[in-house]
């Protein structure tokens, strides 16, 4: 790389002084945000150029708001190298092919005297043996009746619940996406598969460890790595397609190509800061109270008011969304405020 | 708390200007619940804004303080203040991605945990010697999100860290561990005084923010997508203008170079990116291009 700069360039570049006086970290994290007066941004984009210091901090802390960990994994999970969602939806995008083609040479090789196993089976040795194991013949016209029959019985391990249950059957890789919302007191994982929704109810994870956040923050919910940690939090949809608040404030959702972001609500003037999903109900809040409300999985939306005491309407800014299933859910604002509702939405008791 | 009212040394339309923000933003601050009274606010306010220089006009006090992050900056200084409900809030909203954050940056969970501990140990102030509670939150002025900059403030720390440990590895240990040093710093013997002074002032004569992109990819060995992300545009952006920066600066440094009494032959030599290591290995590559197709190789050897 540094071999297409000409010396006397690069030496030069190099060469070039630092300032004695660093910019404080409020600086620098404007500058990370992009939110700095142009004069001030000018002065400070001349400073990294000069300090390998700063600009290795304001790289650092730029590349630490990729990929949040859902807070309800525990940090040996989180130790594990993690990639982004691009990279593990080529590699569903591969498995997928790969999947297909398999598919297609046992069709050819399909006898209708064979008994039709279970593909689940099929999941499992792709996930304990070899990619080389050969999967037993299978028939096509019975793969999602019985698939169906498989995903349906209840499993014990929401480990190989995230990673198999995966859509149309891809698996993907463990820190992935699509994490569930479990609703109180389900116990058991339900899965429709080959059909274009997808819904996955798993027990509740309750792993934590020493460096995992507080019991506060284990609740189980709908997340998937973001683009940025404070702004955005990701939910896998009803239609498996997720959800985000991209840095700049948007509700976007992913399209159904999986290869763009569609703005969602973009009339709004709403700076949106959370996104929350259960099932088919998408919850997204955002500055001045903002809390919006779809039942059919972002179709439709209807704005919902959260009444004070006092008869107005809560103005400040929601930063937390949970549900523990589409009726029982708390909303917290950045003033410290906490609401929670019983009936979906409807009412609001302040807590 | 606030004793002098924090306005006092202000003009009068920039105090008012003060008074107006903080009677429309107290309640959506959140201040109310962390115990902080408006005097105490707007004390807090101008503090800061007189930190950053911004006192000067009504106008210029009301554009800072519109872009600041109030809510964060109302719950950092209520902690720094050791306020229980707002200790509670900053744990809430903010451990688990503290946590997250450190191991982004350290790449390592014992390196993340001893980053975030000691962050902790910062935010929560020191008070060992019996000495009056300082907490690091106090420093944070708003300008940017709160998590931005815990998250800053982590890096900051880690770079810290980071060389001075290095400092102190020593150097048989690393070789014995296989590491393989390069040359950090330029190679300046080989270059022409006169090529380095027109590199240097066709770089102070660059914009800021191209300087930077040439710094970052080229000494820092970013990759495109860090420096992207970092600008907020495209990787194909930064991409397109890195080529144009380069390219431009090529030429205007052999223009400079032969306006300043260079024949263009040797601008080209002094321009070439090359190791006198290298020299020979290169000219006898020329040599070779320079026989046409190997034919004497050729003849010589069917005569032979």
């Known amino acids: 790389m540094n071999q297409e700069l000409p010396k006397p360039l690069r030496n030069a570049l190099a060469r070039q002084a630092g300032d004695e006086v660093h910019p404080s970290p409020d600086v620098l994290t404007s500058f ?7 004069k001030e941004q000018n002065l400070v984009t001349s400073h990294l150029a000069q300090c390998a210091d700063c600009r290795d901090v304001v790289f650092l802390a730029s590349g630490a708001t990729e990929d949040v960990v859902p807070d309800n994994l525990e940090l040996a999970a989180a130790a594990a190298p993690r990639r982004r969602w691009r990279f593990g939806l080529s590699w569903a995008v591969a498995a997928l092919a790969l999947l297909l083609v398999s598919g297609v040479l046992l069709w050819d090789r399909l006898s209708p005297r064979q008994t039709a196993p279970s593909i689940a089976s099929n999941v499992r040795a792709r996930e304990s043996a070899p990619p080389a194991a050969s999967p037993t013949p299978t028939s096509p016209e019975t793969l999602a009746t019985t698939a169906r029959a498989e995903f349906s019985a209840p499993k014990t391990s929401p ?9 149309k059957g891809v698996e993907k890789h463990p820190l992935a996406p699509v994490m569930a919302a479990p609703p109180a007191g389900e116990s058991a994982q339900t899965l429709t598969v080959f059909e274009d929704k997808a819904e996955l109810f798993a027990p509740a994870p309750v792993s934590k460890s020493a460096f995992a956040p507080n019991p506060a923050d284990a609740v ?11 702004m955005s939090l990701l939910g896998a949809s009803a239609t498996h397609r997720p959800w985000r608040v991209s840095a700049d404030g948007h509700l976007e959702h992913l399209g159904a190509a999986a290869d763009e972001w569609t703005r969602v609500l973009a009339d709004e003037t709403t700076t949106f800061h959370v996104v929350f999903v259960v099932g088919d109900n998408v919850w997204a809040g955002g500055s001045g109270g903002a809390l919006f409300h779809s039942d059919d999985g972002g179709e439709s939306w209807s704005r919902v008011a959260i009444a004070t005491s006092s008869g107005g309407a809560e103005i400040g800014t929601i930063v937390s969304i949970r549900f523990s299933d589409p009726q029982h859910g708390t909303v917290a604002t950045g003033g410290g405020s906490r609401w929670s509702t019983s009936d979906g939405g409807a009412t609001w008791t302040s807590q | 708390m606030a004793s002098a009212s924090p306005a006092d040394p202000l003009d009068a ?56 992050c109030l809510e964060d900056l109302v719950l950092a200084r209520a902690c720094a203040r050791g306020h229980e409900f707002a200790w509670e809030t900053f744990l809430l909203r903010y451990r688990a991605t503290l946590h997250e954050s450190a191991y982004k940056i350290a790449r390592e969970e014992s390196a993340a945990r001893e980053l975030a501990d000691s962050l902790y140990a910062e935010l929560y102030g020191v008070n060992a010697k019996g000495e009056a509670r300082t907490s690091k939150l106090r420093s944070y002025q708003g300008r940017g999100s709160l998590q931005g900059w815990l998250r800053t403030v982590l890096a900051q720390e880690y770079v810290n860290r980071y060389r001075s440990t290095r400092r102190e590895t020593s150097l048989d240990e690393a070789l014995d561990a296989g590491q393989q040093f390069e040359d950090m710093e330029p190679d300046v013997s080989v270059a022409d005084p006169c090529a380095e002074a027109a590199a240097t002032a066709e770089l102070e004569a660059l914009e800021p923010e191209e300087r930077l992109l040439l710094a970052a990819y080229y000494l820092d060995r970013r990759t495109l997508a860090d420096i992207a992300k970092l600008m907020g545009v495209h990787e194909s952006t930064i991409s397109r203008r890195l080529e144009r920066v380069t390219s431009g600066l090529r030429k205007r440094i052999r223009k400079r170079m032969i306006q300043s009494g260079m024949s263009p032959r040797q601008a080209d030599e002094a321009m070439q990116d090359v190791d006198v290591r290298d020299l020979r290995i290169k000219v006898k590559e020329t040599l070779r291009q320079e026989t046409p197709e190997g034919a004497f190789y050729q003849e010589k050897d069917e005569r032979g």
């Open chain 1, 32 to 38: 990370v945000e992009l939110k700095l007066p142009r």
């Open chain 1, 159 to 167: 480990a190989l619940a995230t990673k198999s249950l995966s859509p």
């Open chain 1, 220 to 230: 189980p919910h709908a997340v998937v790595p973001p683009v940025n940690p404070m």
């Open chain 2, 13 to 68: 339309q920039v105090s008012a200007a003060l008074r107006e923000f903080c009677a429309q933003q107290y309640e959506t601050s959140g201040a109310r619940k962390f115990g902080i009274d408006e005097a105490d606010l707007a004390e807090i306010l101008v503090e800061v804004a007189g930190r950053c220089n911004h006192t000067a006009t009504a106008g210029d006090l009301r554009t800072f303080l519109a872009s600041l």
